[in-house]
């Protein structure tokens, strides 16, 4: 099992807001918060009013990297927690992949943990080194574009 993990705090912004763009972020906001690395980001299918099941669609640059995923969403605690099952479209990569964005917000503004999980537990783990040659210079890329990422987003929220 592979974890991409970064945290950061970023000031004037919410959990609530973090999540909330998260789950119903349409395009125009998403294009609004990273112009020419946002693309698209939309809500394909609604789940129940709890937002399991939810799917949203996003499509965006990640350093050298083109991004085209479907995010299910598995688990919701709001203001704290969003898990997301991710489907990688373009690669036909059937690896079990997730996303948990926990936050808490504090006087500085909003702690932001961002975790992909990627691969298997018991016998998948044989996998694992496959795995880490496919993701190995995403991660660095996520890393940086994460950093750089929920600032703008914040600074597109108050505009």
């Known amino acids: ?35 020419g690395v946002h693309i698209q980001k939309h809500q394909i299918k609604r789940g129940g009013n709890d937002h399991i099941g939810d799917v949203v669609y ?3 640059h990640v350093g050298e990297f083109t991004i085209e995923v479907r995010m299910k969403i ?7 927690l969003l898990e997301f099952r991710v489907s990688m479209s373009r690669t036909g990569f059937l690896v079990p992949i997730f996303l948990l964005v926990e936050t808490e917000d504090s006087p500085e503004g909003v702690h932001l943990s961002n975790k992909f999980i990627i691969g298997w537990n018991g016998f998948g783990k044989v996998f694992d080194p496959i ?5 190995h210079k995403l991660r660095y890329a996520m890393e940086e574009h994460t950093k750089i990422e929920w600032p703008l987003i914040a600074a597109s929220l108050k505009k």
């Open 1 to 35: 099992m592979i974890i991409m993990h970064t945290t950061s705090t970023v000031k004037d912004l919410s959990a609530k807001d973090t999540l909330n763009f998260l789950i119903n972020c349409n395009d125009e906001m998403y294009q609004k918060s990273w112009p």
């Open 58 to 60: 996003a499509f965006e």
């Open 74 to 80: 598995t688990k919701y605690i709001p203001e704290k």
């Open 131 to 135: 795995i880490e040659m496919f993701f």
